[in-house]
């Protein structure tokens, strides 16, 4: 189930991935955890060097925001939905 916090901020920011963080651990759901999976994420220093926008939302405050004049998030965004498709056309053919 997606947070209600999770999805107001992607409303406001829809170009940014939206973090959760929890238990040192960070959350996030939907195109934004298909995308962290793609890039391997493990660290915030992950983000800022492949230049994608992120929120990090501790509790109820934004604890960490990182903007870049170039940012890639729409970029992996294409990549990761034309991942799916091709998965999916994979298996849909194996059938």
């Known amino acids: 189930m997606k947070s209600n916090r999770y999805l107001f901020l992607k409303r406001i920011y829809p170009q940014y991935i939206i973090l ?3 238990d040192k651990k960070y959350i996030t ?3 934004d955890k298909e995308i962290l999976n793609y ?3 493990h660290k915030l220093k ?3 060097k492949l230049e994608i926008n ?3 939302l501790d509790n109820l405050f934004i604890s960490d925001k ?3 004049k170039d940012n890639k998030y729409k970029l992996y965004y294409e990549k990761v939905k034309l991942l799916k498709i091709i998965r999916y056309l994979i298996f849909r053919n194996k059938d």
Request: proline share 0%.
């Open 29 to 31: 759901y939907g195109i």
């Open 20 to 22: 959760l963080k929890k």
């Open 39 to 41: 890039i391997k994420f």
């Open 54 to 56: 992120y929120i990090v």
């Open 66 to 68: 990182e903007c870049f």
């Open 46 to 48: 992950r983000l800022s």
